[in-house]
């Protein structure tokens, strides 16, 4: 099972940016779909993230300015990300949880670098 990320990019403060990403391989069903975030120096954190209820959890960083959707029928999460601050710089990794022969499988995406300057 592989995570394929795209967006991505540097911004200035305020701007917007999206990311995408799409499961491929073989597993049974994805159970949840979201996004963290790693920037230097700390460790990595939920930004937000879509559970099979389908109900979004949201860091309180981000509540309001990020927006994550997902298709379950293509397999996909993207994160739509508005005003954004420089705090917000990060590489930005896909995460889902899939079921791989009946057991819950943690997958990670390769990451994608998010820069805003000031």
């Known amino acids: 099972v592989q995570l394929q990320a795209s967006g991505g990019g540097l911004v200035q403060a305020g701007s917007s940016l999206g990311l995408s990403c799409a499961a491929s391989?073989?597993?049974?069903?994805?159970?949840?779909m979201g996004w963290y975030r790693q920037a230097p120096g700390k460790q990595r954190e939920l930004v937000a993230f879509i559970g099979s209820g389908g109900n979004p959890n949201y860091a309180d960083s981000v509540n309001g300015r990020f927006t994550i959707s997902r298709d379950s029928a293509k397999n996909t999460v993207s994160l739509q990300m508005n005003s954004l601050k420089p705090e917000d710089t990060a590489v930005y990794y896909c995460?889902?949880?899939?079921?791989?022969?009946?057991?819950?499988?943690?997958?990670w995406g390769q990451g994608t670098q998010v820069t805003v300057s000031s």
């Open positions: 995460n889902a949880v899939v079921i791989v022969s009946s057991w819950p499988t943690n997958i």
């Open positions: 391989g073989s597993f049974e069903r994805i159970n949840g």
